[in-house]
């Protein structure tokens, strides 16, 4: 499988770079990557694209909610999202946290 889609370890490891590339693809959006300068080690990410924070304050209610889970892969932590509600009661995500 690692052949396949790649490591784990390379995944972090381009991080940084991948959120550079989602601003540059969609401007007016949200992407922050945060990283520990001293070992170099991926702490955590958020992205929220324009369209969703667009939609939300022209189209949603003004609610937000806010999920999380555990994530259970090789390095675990935890996984937050922010969810709004549309004019027909179905969850509308706007932002993602990891």
């Keep these: ?3 396949i889609v790649g490591s784990y370890d390379e995944g972090y490891i381009v991080m940084p770079e991948l959120t ?5 693809e969609n401007p007016g959006s949200i992407s922050t990557c945060s990283i520990d300068l001293m070992t170099n080690e991926w702490i955590g990410t958020c992205i929220s694209y324009k369209g969703s924070i667009e939609w939300w304050l022209n189209g949603c209610r ?4 806010l ?3 555990f994530l259970k892969g090789k390095y675990g ?5 922010i969810i709004g509600l549309d004019g027909n009661n179905g ?7 990891f």
């Excluded at 969850?91 to 946290?97: M, Q, R, S, T, Y």
Aim: proline share 7%.
């Design 1 to 3: 499988m690692e052949r």
């Design 67 to 69: 999920d999380g889970h």
């Design 91 to 97: 969850l509308f995500p706007i932002a993602v946290f």
């Design 77 to 81: 932590g935890v996984c937050l999202s």
């Design 20 to 24: 550079v590339q989602m601003l540059l």
């Design 62 to 65: 003004p609610l937000l909610g």
